[in-house]
């Protein structure tokens, strides 16, 4: 059992890295995403998590506060306890890249504010703010039809890998 302990602290702990790394998250809430997703039950209050990653009732709740501030997991309670339980979002992959529509609109608006503030100036002061605008116009046209993709086929492979990693 100590054994598989350690492999999940080792897996959250490169998870953890990988989040910092690719994604600009603080270690710590990668690490508790890491936890989360190899612990059953899939959740856990700021105690277990910090016993199961061996760190700090703390750190665990900073970064269970920036993880729910950014949609990553939620918070749940069960009947006649008083504990708060912290799991991932079903579907969380899928909404991260959906709900970064948003984000898209946002790039958008400050690149043509950008290009605004410099009406009258050469082209190539203009070309970063042109690439940024033109990128994020694209992956928004894009991202209807990658939407439709994943809702048709998202599925059959969540149950194509179910019956591979069934025990």
Request: with cysteine; charged share 30%; hydrophobic share 40%.
């Amino acid at each position: 059992m100590e054994r598989l302990d350690r492999k999940k602290r080792e897996f959250a702990a490169a998870f953890g890295e990988h989040m910092a790394v690719e994604h600009r998250a603080s270690t710590m809430a990668g690490r508790v995403m890491g936890i989360l997703l190899v612990s059953q039950p899939a959740e856990g209050t700021i105690d277990d998590l910090a016993a199961e990653l061996q760190v700090s009732r703390g750190a665990i709740s900073m970064a269970t506060k920036d993880l729910l501030q950014l949609g990553i997991i939620e918070k749940t309670t069960r009947p006649r306890d008083r504990r708060r339980y912290y799991c991932l979002k079903r579907n969380l992959w899928a909404r991260l890249y959906i709900d970064q529509r948003a984000n898209f609109s946002d790039h958008i608006e400050m690149a043509e504010r950008g290009l605004g503030l410099l009406e009258g100036q050469p082209l190539e002061a203009k070309r970063p703010l042109i690439e940024m605008a033109a990128f994020f116009r694209f992956v928004s046209e894009q991202m209807p039809e990658f939407i439709g993709r994943w809702e048709t086929r998202g599925p059959a492979l969540v149950a194509e890998l179910e019956r591979r990693y069934a025990e």
